[in-house]
Nanobody
């Protein structure tokens, strides 16, 4: 079991920045990747970014490339998402998740999820 707790969401104006954190506890070893997903109002949950546990390879959705940066601090078992140049369309509940299987994009392969943190970007 892995427990995930997100924090750092809030209300920000367009063009602003936020940094999300995701603290992991429990079985934090043996995971292939950690990722961020988001669910805009009335829409399905979608991939935002992911980072592999070994090697630290990063992957991003096209919509956030160049604006968001995913990082991790293994010593603190914490995942981060630095979000810059925020747009109103970034408004969503943001979730962190963990997967054990190889791959990063398929949401169905993520076994553990946090409760989410709301990010609202005003125009």
């Amino acid at each position: 079991q892995v427990q995930l707790v997100e924090s750092g969401g809030g209300l920000v104006q367009a063009g602003g920045s936020l940094r999300l954190s995701c603290a992991a506890s429990g079985r934090t070893y043996g995971n292939y990747a950690m990722g961020w997903f988001r669910q805009p109002p009335g829409k399905e949950r979608e991939f935002v970014a992911a980072i592999t546990t070994i090697g630290g390879s990063t992957y991003y959705a096209d919509s956030v490339k160049g604006r968001f940066t995913i990082t991790r601090d293994n010593a603190k078992n914490t995942l981060y998402l630095q979000m810059n140049s925020l747009k109103p369309e970034d408004t969503a509940v943001y979730y962190c998740a963990v997967r054990r299987s190889i791959g990063v994009f398929d949401i169905r392969e993520y076994a553990y999820w946090g409760q989410g943190t709301q990010v609202t970007v005003s125009s």
